[in-house]
């Protein structure tokens, strides 16, 4: 089995010396690195070359700022370009960075309908990228954006990451 950060640097340079060798050949299914996919109805021209990075281009509610729709269209600029966006929070509870954007009230969805609106008009595709930090949260964050015990600094057991440990969430919390 090939491991995944040489099938990356694959995807990103098929040209390059990589390809050379022969445990890096075509993927045995017969797709080539680079070709363009068929996805049900969504048919890209060109597939996405870009890794998503996470941005910090929101407001202290998560709204995605204005210039964000700008950004987005300037890499939809080859039509038929499929853009995954940056890690956007699927709820308070999902949060626990600030400066980050979320797609869960309707001035959120009004931003990303701007962001969409501006990929869309290029021709271009976009997917976004649903994010739930559960304990890699910072609780600090989540208590200073929501209030103490608002929100749940929850995950799906009690193991720590970097000293804080959250609180299980319960099946019918999931």
Do not use: C
């Not at 990356?8 to 363009?36: D, K, V």
């Amino acid at each position: 089995m090939i491991p995944f950060s040489i099938l990356y640097l694959h995807f990103l340079f098929p040209q390059s010396l990589f390809r050379q060798h022969q445990r890096l050949s075509p993927l045995q299914n017969g797709i080539e690195p680079l070709q363009a996919l068929k996805s049900g109805q969504l048919s890209p021209a060109k597939p996405h070359r870009s890794s998503t990075l996470t941005r910090y281009r929101a407001d202290s509610e998560h709204v995605p700022l204005p210039f964000v729709a700008e950004y987005y269209a300037q890499r939809a600029v080859v039509p038929g370009t499929l853009l995954i966006t940056e890690a956007t929070f699927i709820s308070p509870e999902s949060s626990g960075y600030a400066l980050l954007p979320g797609i869960y009230n309707a001035d959120q969805i009004a931003a990303w309908k701007e962001v969409t609106s501006a990929v869309h008009a290029k021709g271009s595709f976009i997917y976004v990228q649903l994010w739930a930090l559960g304990r890699a949260a910072e609780p600090e964050t989540l208590e200073a954006e929501f209030g103490k015990g608002v929100v749940k600094f929850g995950s799906s057991s009690d193991v720590s990451l970097y000293g804080n440990t959250p609180k299980p969430y319960t099946e019918e919390e999931i």
